[in-house]
Nanobody, 112 residues
Framework: VQLQASGGGLVQAGGSLRLSCVAS????????MGWYRQAPGKQRELVAT???????NYEDSMNGRVTISRDDAKNTVYLQMNSLKPEDTAVYYC???????WGMGTLVTVSS
């Protein structure tokens, strides 16, 4: 199983980014998927999840500013992030929930 995350970069506060996670070895529509993030010196935390049935859930830290979605034909999960804040600076990881599969992560840096 491989999860290739991309789309991170440097953005000014208030800006937007869309992260992508292309999966191989599994089908994203057959698994509950999630995005996590880990800021420097902090523990990894959950950001958003999407179930097999398409139900989405968001943690308080970014609720209202992020949208998780998936494209089954592309076997890809996305995380649209808006109104970014400097405290959103972190490495963002996608994951197959409950299975222990993680991607390499993509760095998001938000400047003030």
């Amino acid at each position: 199983v491989q999860l290739q995350a991309s789309g991170g970069g440097l953005v000014q506060a208030g800006g937007s980014l869309r992260l992508s996670c292309v999966a191989s070895g599994i089908f994203v529509n057959f698994n509950d998927m999630g995005w996590y993030r880990q800021a420097p010196g902090k523990q990894r935390e959950l950001v958003a999840t999407i179930t097999v049935g398409g139900t989405t859930n968001y943690e308080d830290s970014m609720n209202g500013r992020v949208t998780i979605s998936r494209d089954d034909a592309k076997n890809t999960v996305y995380l649209q992030m808006n109104s970014l804040k400097p405290e959103d600076t972190a490495v963002y990881y996608c994951s197959v929930l409950y299975a222990g599969y993680w991607g390499m992560g993509t760095l998001v840096t938000v400047s003030s």
